[in-house]
């Protein structure tokens, strides 16, 4: 018998079983299964363990408590990250800014080198991937072991449980809520973990709306503003707690806007069947906690360590030279911010902000002080040497800095938090949604819609401040 | 041997497999020729990502959610002086279904020739790991399961009893806890022997109790022999040509069917664009 | 009687799952098949979807898949 008559035996013999082939097929393997699974297999009743799980789980996604659990486990993460990473990023910033800092200044004049070249490799080059990890460091090595242990521990799928309907409602897939959780780390790592959806019109409503979730790096900014227009307000003991609600408050909002924006994604350009949803709910698993913290640790120290260099170092020298360059009278950062100005305050914000906001493009975490020290040259005070990164000791006298020399009202302070929330996402992101997607039209979307948004929600703010007469 | 993923290394809380720390040595990523190649098979969430970095020394994601595996799906080790290469297939239910993922790891079992076909079975979830292996075996008899999470098991207060499993499936039973590290060196000894071909392989040859299924598949199964001579998983090209898979219905034509991809490697997969 | 409308804690048998529909091989993938036993765990705190126990693993259904689920108690 040759190939093609066996094909075509085959087709008749398909004929001839009917429709329901593969459900035979798989039934009968499945029988199959079982079989050997009852002679292999001794089960001694329901187990202490399976209890637990069972009443966990009631606990975790009752009507009644698995909401206000899920964001209490939240602010509980963002505390815990915020807090923690208090100590130690003071010492790094003492040790990196401080120490090593001094004596490259030290050594450089001993080496009569002249002052723009130590300028732009220290204050510049130096001081900005210095900054980065003290700033990112500590916080990133908190998040991201407690993350990867709630994930060993199995309560991700439950979080994705508990969402699941309004991502549906939405159109987006059901683990996008996983995705979104990984995006509050990183959000190149959000846009990573995309690929547990397979439908690839799911995964770029995922990859698009990622830059949603708010990054470590853009805690210290949020927490910094919060703090200082926001918990100003309260005691000091509450300070840093009410800090982490503020946030918590902003993470929140960022996931409206996530829901909102698959909505309108996928009933417009991601128009498309809902693929089909299963998600499993694995047992709860005690998580090997040293283990995961050690490599986590690892992994994270790392991955920000070359960050720095690679994205920070730029930045940094960037920041110097238009501090230090100068045109007609004036640096080009003081010509740039004049030109942006108009623009900001429209937006509510100013044109520091805005020129901070496009220098920090590699990362997130230089805004805070890139806007501190654009503003203080701006102003001439001389209370900054030029195109250094300097950070006032105390928030108050952030404040004085901000409020005093910037001229920044409490619609600045709010709507900078906005625009932290809804600007582009940070390079190493965008680059990391090109490898993912291979799509310069979806890279662009993914870049160009948030900072959209940013926009429009700024301006509408300022602008109902500004028309209720309350600015 | 050197290894290029040294820095990647972690022995942390690796203990048993470190006794054969002089057996076995991760090569992480590249090696450039290789003496066998395995295929690392399995239901999603089996802790196959777990094994798959014992084995290499590589950190893919490991999480306690069905997900993706996240980084390369390729790696190597070096056991009892021999080379192996170990490619991670797409985590998949079954092999039957149409999805992009069943497709790649059916058609590298298929068509890569791997000389071992691990799958990595969830002791907790027996029945439906077994829904798979059985599928695996129908395509290949050259293979080990790994049976993982007994310690899970354990905790759930199940037993299992492995030889019998072994009585059924005619293959190496491996139990084991990849993330304790425990089994690793008895999954590695199975590996090699059935590399070596060292074990009597006697791989369950499924007979469905659904009859007029059963003779189908036997007269064409019979038909292949034939044809092609001797082809160890003729029944289960039978039920693909019964099914109307496209893919094997053209390699049937073509008599690909027999020949051996010297190309033992996976496609790669890119995100396609959304119309 | 389809799986949607099985009430929380209690089991029942698969008779049949929905013939037109393209999610039948992925719940026959998840080992839900005609003589499956399934019982209902418990209901997300927003309805949807339900966690279902299908041997010995527990997965999550939307109520339109589960309405594709002919069961009988």
Not at chain 1, 432 to 448: D, R
Not at chain 2, 53 to 70: C, D, E, F, Y
Request: a neutral charge; one cysteine or more.
């Amino acid at each position: 018998m040759n190939a093609e008559n066996i094909i075509k035996q085959a087709a008749d013999l398909r004929r001839s079983i009917g429709e329901n082939l593969h459900d035979r097929v798989t039934a009968a393997i499945y029988r199959d299964a079982e079989q050997i699974a009852d002679r292999a297999v001794a089960r001694q009743g329901e187990s202490a363990a399976q209890s637990f799980d069972q009443k966990l789980d009631r606990i975790l996604t009752s009507r009644i408590w698995g909401f206000p659990l899920m964001l209490l486990m939240l602010t509980t993460v963002l505390w815990l990250t915020i807090a923690g990473a208090n100590v130690p990023s003071a010492m790094l910033a003492d040790f990196l800014q401080g120490t090593i800092y001094n004596g490259l200044h030290s050594l450089a004049s001993s080496l009569s080198s002249p002052w723009w070249l130590s300028g732009f490799l220290i204050d510049g080059v130096y001081l900005a991937t210095a900054w980065v990890i003290s700033v990112m460091l500590p916080p990133m090595a908190i998040f991201f072991p407690l993350f990867t242990l709630l994930e060993d521990l199995g309560y991700l799928p439950r979080v994705a449980f508990n969402l699941d309907r309004l991502f549906k409602r939405a159109g987006a897939h059901g683990k996008q809520s996983l995705t979104m959780m990984m995006g509050y780390g990183c959000n190149a790592a959000g846009v990573v973990s995309t690929r547990i959806i397979d439908s690839p019109r799911e995964r770029l409503i995922a990859i698009v709306t990622n830059n949603f979730s708010i990054c470590n790096g853009r805690f210290p900014t949020m927490i910094l503003i919060g703090t200082i227009f926001i918990g100003a307000t309260a005691p000091p003991i509450l300070a840093s707690f009410i800090a982490a609600t503020s946030v918590a408050a902003v993470a929140v909002l960022g996931i409206v806007f996530t829901l909102l924006v698959s909505a309108f994604l996928s009933k417009t350009w991601l128009k498309g069947e809902a693929s089909s949803f299963s998600l499993e709910l694995p047992p709860y698993r005690p998580p090997q906690i040293w283990q995961t913290l050690y490599r986590s640790l690892i992994d994270r120290t790392l991955i920000v360590l070359k960050r720095a260099v690679w994205m920070a170092a730029p930045a940094g020298a960037i920041i110097w030279l238009i501090s230090n360059v100068f045109i007609g009278e004036i640096s080009i950062a003081a010509h740039i911010i004049g030109f942006l100005n108009p623009f900001g305050l429209l937006l509510g914000l100013n044109g520091v902000i805005l020129l901070a906001y496009i220098v920090a493009i590699p990362a997130n975490e230089i805004v805070v002080p890139t806007i501190i020290m654009l503003t203080l040259n701006a102003a001439k005070s001389g209370l900054a040497q030029n195109g250094v990164m300097f950070e006032p000791e105390t928030d108050a006298q952030v404040r004085e800095v901000l409020t005093g020399v910037g001229g920044w009202t409490i619609l600045t302070g709010i709507n900078l938090m906005l625009f932290s929330l809804l600007h582009n996402p940070c390079s190493t992101t965008i680059l990391t949604i090109w490898q993912e997607t291979k799509s310069l039209k979806w890279t662009a979307i993914s870049t160009i819609l948030p900072v959209a948004l940013g926009i429009a929600v700024c301006f509408l703010t300022a602008s109902i401040a500004r028309l209720s007469g309350l600015i | 041997m050197s290894t290029q993923a040294g820095t990647l290394n972690q022995c942390g809380g690796c203990a048993s497999s470190c006794q054969h720390g002089a057996q076995l040595t991760r090569l992480g990523i590249k090696v450039r020729n290789w003496d066998y190649t395995i295929a690392l098979a399995g239901n999603p969430n089996t802790g196959k990502s777990t094994i798959f970095n014992q084995l290499t020394g590589l950190r893919q994601h490991v999480g306690n959610w069905a997900g993706k595996t996240v980084s390369r799906a390729e790696g190597a080790f070096n056991f009892n002086d021999k080379k192996f290469k170990l490619v991670d297939l797409p985590g998949t239910y079954s092999l039957l279904s149409t999805s992009v993922d069943e497709e790649i790891a059916r058609d590298f079992i298929l068509f890569g020739k791997p000389d071992v076909t691990v799958i990595v079975a969830d002791a907790t979830r027996l029945e439906r790991s077994l829904h798979l292996v059985l599928q695996v075996l129908e395509i290949t008899s050259r293979a080990v399961v790994a049976l993982n999470l007994m310690d899970e098991a354990g905790r759930n207060g199940l037993t299992i009893d492995a030889r019998e499993l072994v009585r059924e499936l005619g293959v190496p039973v491996v139990p084991m806890a990849a993330r304790r590290a425990d089994g690793i060196s008895e999954l590695l000894a199975a590996i090699e022997k059935v590399s070596l071909n060292e074990f009597p392989l006697r791989a369950r040859q499924a007979r469905y109790a659904d009859e007029e299924l059963e003779l189908s598949i036997g007269m064409l199964a019979n038909n292949l022999q034939a044809t092609f001579g001797d082809l160890p998983n003729a029944r289960w090209v039978a039920l693909r040509l019964l099914e109307g898979d496209e893919s094997i219905i053209n390699a049937v034509r073509d008599k690909t069917l027999g020949t051996l991809k010297t190309e033992n490697s996976l496609p790669s997969m890119a995100l396609s664009e959304a119309r | 009687m389809t799986l949607d409308m099985l009430e929380t804690g209690c089991t029942a048998t698969v008779k049949s799952i929905n013939n037109q529909s393209t999610e039948r091989r992925r719940l026959f993938d998840l080992g839900i098949l005609p003589g499956t036993k399934i019982e209902n765990v418990m209901p997300s705190p927003l309805g949807d979807p339900i966690a279902y126990r299908v041997r010995s693993s527990v997965v999550a259904l939307r109520r339109e898949q589960a309405r594709l689920i002919e069961i009988e108690k």
